[in-house]
Each structure stands twice: as C-alpha cells, then as structure tokens.
C-alpha cells in the first residue's frame, strides 16, 4: 500500500449521478510514489464497514485520453467520465445492487470502486459497456474477494491528517460564507474526550505548555466521558489552524484521548 500525505484538499458535498445522492463525499489530493492523485471517497460508509452481504470489490475504469502533466483529469474531459461512471453503474444495476465506494485518478486512469454481493457474469457484463459506448478508450476491469473492506478502509478512506485538514475546511469554509477575516487572530476553542480522568490530566502538562487555558467538564451517557476545552488566540487560515489541529489530535491520540474538533467566534471583513 502506498504511504499518502496531504498535498491538497477540498471540502466537497457531491451528488453525481452515477453515485447515491444520499451519500456524503469527499474529495482529497495525496502524494503517492509516481506522482498526484485525486480520491473521491464514500464517507457515509465508514460507519457501516465492513458491510458482510458485499464482499467483493470491482476496480473498473480507463485511462484518460486528455490529462494533465501531473496524470489528472482535464476540465474538458470529465462530462465523459461522468457519463462512463454513470453507464458502468446502470449496467451493474440491471444484475445486482452495487455500492459505490469511491473514485481514484492516478496516473492518466480513473477507476471506480464498487461493493458486490456476486460477481457472476460482471466481467463480461462491463466489457460489453465499455466496447459498446466508449470503443476509444482503454478499459480495465478488476474483482477481487476484498471481506474486510481493506481497498475503502486502507485506501480510498482519508487517513487521520487527511481528515483533519477536510475538517478544518469545512469549518473554514462556513467562516468565509458568514463574511470572515481568516487573517484576524481570535479566541478558538478545543474539545478533547478521554476515557478516565488520570488520561485527561495526563494532557493537561502539554496544553499548559503550549500555553492553552484548559477547562475541565463531564459529559455523561458517552464512550469517552472526560472532557477538556482548550482556549488560545491563534490565526485560523488553513496553514495556521492545520497545524494547531494536527497536534493536537496527534498528541491526545497517544494519550488515548480523542480530538473532537474547534469552533471560534466570526470576525468580521470591515
């Protein structure tokens, strides 16, 4: 497997037609080893995989016939992936009923991730597709017994520094639509949970430290009922907030703590 680290990311809510519009997703930039590549990935999943009834994974796609340098997609290319992801999944539909996991551009391919109950007859099913509506593209078409869901969980799904910086997005994003100056510093609050008291006063030394006001509460009826609210003025543009957010969840992490998230107060653009 590829090691990943964030190069670009971007808070997105998509509903394409080849994919449920009930469904959340995300789409981020990583490094891998021959260059950028762009994930699109199911997040509404995460709580339900592995899902047993859909123990294969189909990896099916083509390579671009217009991309960039860096092996992406071009702008003037993507209606017709659309509307290979679209035919993909409408022939997949008239056999079974496929969850659609995610998009992976790599390298000048797309490949579309799909969840099966069966495979029986799939193969020649998309090859008859691809051959049909799209005979100008080079295809592939890959199955595999994937049970515990390693090609979603330990691939297409967002590792830890990767989901912090979609968070921190989103919330910068609702900052920038209410009328914020990002480059004004303000009081930005954290919470953290952890399981026992002797696991939260073991954070306590570092936010002092890094010279946080620290608060104390209970919150009871949760897996992790020991709360801290950390307070600090800091710059929240994504850079700045980025690396605030990364340490601490890195550092409660060790301490089997959980980081949950800020929120700060909307300093307004005069």
């Known amino acids: 497997m590829v090691k990943r680290y964030v190069i670009l990311s971007l808070f997105v809510t998509l509903a394409l037609n080849a994919f449920s519009q009930d469904d959340v997703w995300n789409v981020y930039m990583a490094a ?17 995989a592995p899902m047993l009834r859909l123990p294969y994974l189909l990896t099916t796609g083509v390579r671009l016939k217009n991309c960039s ?12 992936l659309y509307q290979i992801s679209d035919s993909v999944k409408a022939a997949l ?4 009923r496929p969850v659609a996991a995610g998009t992976f551009s790599y390298q000048c391919e797309r490949i579309d991730y799909y969840y099966l109950p069966d495979t029986t007859g799939i193969r020649k099913l998309l090859e008859i597709a691809y051959k049909k509506y799209f005979p100008a593209y080079q295809y592939s078409i890959n199955i595999q017994n994937d049970a515990e869901w390693k090609g979603y969980l330990g ?6 520094d990767i989901l912090d910086q979609l968070t921190n997005e989103k919330v910068i994003l609702d900052l920038t639509d209410a009328g914020d100056d990002l480059s004004k510093p303000r009081m930005v609050d954290h919470w953290l949970y952890f399981k026992t008291d002797a696991e939260r006063n073991s954070f306590i030394p570092y936010a002092v430290k890094e010279k946080f006001k620290v608060t104390k509460s209970f919150s009871p009826n949760t897996r992790l009922t020991y709360q801290l609210q950390l307070s600090r003025t800091d710059k929240v543009d994504l850079a700045s907030i980025s690396i605030i957010t990364s340490a ?7 301490l ?12 307004k653009k005069k």
């Open 256 to 267: 089997h703590g959980q980081y949950d998230g800020w929120e700060t107060v909307v300093i």
């Open 93 to 96: 539909n008239t056999r079974l």
């Open 155 to 160: 691939f297409l799904f967002p590792n830890e």
């Open 248 to 254: 601490l969840r890195k550092k409660a992490t060790e």
């Open 69 to 80: 340098k860096e092996g992406l997609p071009v702008k003037e290319e993507f209606n017709t």
């Open 32 to 48: 891998y080893e021959k260059g950028p590549g762009s994930t699109l990935v199911n997040m509404t999943l995460k709580d339900a």
